[in-house]
């Protein structure tokens, strides 16, 4: 059996986090939850932690470290402002749950409720496929979900880097550019 450990649910870009840092230091503590669709479509959103009723079967991506920069891995989860969960809905996951979610922004001004709207800016999603073998591994393990968040139960530091520089890095296009 593979020992490897599966691959994080979540990653986003150096943009993302540069803007999650501004909005936390205005709002305080964040946190994201990916849209199934209505207002914004499939937009993830933005808000100030505990203002989104997070319920019991949505399921955690990951929580984003923002102290991080790309390519880079911290031993421990943040805490407080430093620390943005990113859920998405039971029903949506499943839809989605062969995937790994990437945080963009890029310009423009979201409408609806995500605190990036007044900004010039809209966070993103975008999603790379995993492998057959990244989705055996996944399909092991056991996802937080909202009741076993409020139970106090948190994901296991992860050694795979969170944040990368460019959308591209994370999802490439084929027969487009990638980092070395």
């Given at each position: 059996m593979d020992t490897a450990q599966a691959p994080g649910r979540l990653?986003?870009?150096v943009a993302a986090v540069e803007l999650l840092r501004r909005l936390g230091g205005i709002h305080g503590a964040l946190m994201m939850h990916q849209s199934g669709g209505c207002c914004d479509g499939s937009a993830p959103m933005c808000?100030?932690?505990?203002?989104?009723?997070v319920g019991d079967q949505d399921v955690l991506l990951g929580v984003l470290d923002l102290r991080l920069g790309a390519g880079e891995t911290l031993p421990t989860r943040p805490e407080g402002i430093d620390a943005v969960p990113v859920w998405i809905s039971g029903t949506q996951f499943e839809l989605w749950k062969h995937t790994q979610l990437v945080l963009d922004v890029v310009p423009g001004r979201g409408s609806g409720f995500s605190l990036e709207s007044p900004e010039g800016m809209r966070f993103l999603s975008r999603a790379r496929a995993f492998s057959p073998a990244e989705n055996a591994q996944l399909?092991?393990?056991?996802?937080?979900?909202?009741q076993k968040w409020?139970?106090?139960?948190?994901?296991?530091?992860?050694s795979e880097p969170q944040v990368v520089a460019e959308a591209v890095d994370a999802c490439p296009v084929p027969g487009s550019r990638t980092s070395s």
């Open positions: 990653r986003a870009t808000y100030p932690d505990g203002d989104f009723i399909a092991a393990e056991d996802v937080i979900v909202g409020e139970q106090g139960v948190r994901p296991a530091p992860s």
